[in-house]
């Protein structure tokens, strides 16, 4: 078995390896090469955490694994971050155990990328000032993300927490583009191309009647039943996309405007796959409210987690263990 660090893993993947991979991802749970499995997601009743499983299987490539972790609030006080996680791979011919990978980068980096390529196929192409709500570690990988797929001039963001806001202001300078840490979620809506929410908020920030016309929105933050960041109605007068419509109604962004009878599963314009196959239109017009809800599924952890052990293999990194 082949151990990847959380060091090794930060040095094999970037943000475009990471782009391509959960792109092919998408593409073959589209074209029912792949499927995720029902995802475990449970708060444990100890020390505040909520604790889940996300297995999958791509038989094109064949790839077969699980990731267990989730987030425990209490870690920043010890040091460590609040979002641990590993990635397991098995040999898909055998069953086997094969790879152990720590996924708490890549769970940041494979985040990104959905969004980027949501993003990417979804908001209009000059689309060059992009809101952020929320600042914490995740809002570093989506604007990188972004910076990938799209040219953006200008950021503004905001977040409950300065220093977490003035963090992500440095980043956003140090890479040449104008900053503004705006003091509400309604002004970043107000003013955003491409709009990324990507906070654990159990309470709509962004109401329908903020957003402008043509706005492209991630929805990242959702990934829980109980999560919501933002108003039901905000779903209803969307075009939505997703990345696996079952997980969208229970545990994303959709399972508030669906809970109400607002929305059903046929509302879904489709998922970002089959955008990617050809097999769904993404935007239809310049004046279309375009969002995707996000809820990260297996098959992009799995696709990041092969990507750091072909990389490790090429590069003699990581650590060769009996098992």
């Not at 100890?46 to 604790?51: E, G, L, N, S």
Request: charged share 20%; net charge negative; proline share 4%.
């Amino acid at each position: 078995m082949i151990v990847i660090s959380e060091q090794d893993a930060l040095a094999l993947v970037s943000v475009e390896d990471a782009i391509a991979a959960v792109e092919s991802a998408f593409t073959a749970m589209a074209r029912q090469q792949a499927r995720n499995l029902p995802v475990v997601r449970e708060a444990l009743g100890y020390k505040d955490a909520v604790f889940g499983v996300k297995a999958g299987c791509d038989t094109a490539l064949p790839l077969l694994g699980l990731k267990a972790g989730g987030y425990w609030p209490g870690n920043l006080d010890t040091g460590l971050g609040n979002h641990q996680s590993s990635t397991l791979l098995f040999d898909p011919d055998t069953g086997r155990a094969s790879a152990l990978v720590s996924a708490n980068y890549l769970t940041g980096i494979r985040t990104g990328a959905a969004s980027a390529i949501a993003t990417n196929y979804l908001a209009r192409p000059d689309s060059a000032v992009l809101g952020i709500i929320g600042a914490g570690v995740q809002a570093q990988y989506q604007l990188r993300a972004t910076l990938a797929v799209r040219p953006i001039r200008a950021v503004h963001a905001w977040n409950p927490s300065p220093d977490n806001l003035e963090a992500l202001g440095r980043l956003v300078e140090e890479l040449g583009l104008a900053f503004t840490a705006e003091g509400s979620c309604q002004a970043v809506a107000s003013k955003s191309d491409v709009l990324i929410t990507v906070t654990p908020s159990r309470r709509p920030l962004v109401q329908a009647a903020w957003v402008r016309p043509g706005t492209h929105i991630n929805a990242m933050g959702a990934d829980t039943r109980g999560k919501q960041e933002l108003d039901p109605l905000l779903v209803v007068r969307a075009s939505v996309f997703v990345d696996e419509a079952a997980q969208a109604l229970t545990i994303g962004e959709s399972q508030h405007a669906f809970e109400a009878g607002l929305i059903n599963e046929r509302s879904f314009r489709g998922s970002i796959g089959e955008v990617i196959a050809g097999l769904c239109q993404g935007r239809r017009s310049a004046d279309e409210i375009t969002l995707f809800d996000g809820t990260g599924v297996a098959l992009q952890d799995l696709a990041v987690a092969d990507l750091a052990v072909r990389m490790a293999a090429r590069r003699q990194l990581g650590s060769v263990v009996p098992y």
